[in-house]
């Protein structure tokens, strides 16, 4: 836990492995390869986001629900914002969670 890079829970290589990119294609997929926000302001690549901390809730990691396709753009950096645009998020996607 005191180590520098110590990433509360999980390891990078939890973003490249084999069921972390199949869920990633799965949320590109249902989303047509768009930013769901999409408007004048979209940049970017698109990036799939996990509308619900993948740290905090890894029982909804894999989940194609709790992901959103997003421009580099209107991705959010900081986790005080993605918490703000949660809600936001699972209204685009029509999740009730």
Same mark, same amino acid.
């Given at each position: $836990? $005191?180590?520098?890079? +110590? @990433?509360?829970?999980? *390891?990078?290589?939890?973003? /490249?492995? &084999? =069921?972390?990119? *199949? +869920?990633?294609?799965?949320?590109?997929?249902?989303?047509?390869?768009?930013?769901?926000?999409?408007?004048?302001?979209?940049?970017? /690549?698109? %990036?799939?986001?996990?509308?619900?901390?993948? &740290?905090?809730?890894? %029982? @909804?990691?894999? %989940?194609?629900?709790?992901?959103? &396709? @997003?421009?580099?753009?209107?991705?959010?950096?900081?986790?005080? /914002? =993605?918490?703000?645009? %949660? $809600?936001?998020? /699972? $209204? @685009?996607?029509?999740? *009730?969670?």
């Amino acid at each position: $836990n $005191n180590h520098p890079r +110590w @990433l509360g829970g999980y *390891s990078r290589s939890q973003h /490249k492995g &084999t =069921e972390y990119n *199949s +869920w990633r294609i799965s949320v590109y997929r249902r989303d047509a390869f768009k930013c769901r926000i999409s408007n004048e302001d979209c940049n970017g /690549k698109i %990036e799939a986001h996990h509308i619900l901390s993948f &740290t905090k809730y890894p %029982e @909804l990691r894999y %989940e194609i629900n709790n992901g959103i &396709t @997003l421009c580099q753009a209107h991705h959010p950096r900081k986790r005080a /914002k =993605e918490i703000q645009l %949660e $809600n936001y998020f /699972k $209204n @685009l996607i029509g999740l *009730s969670v």
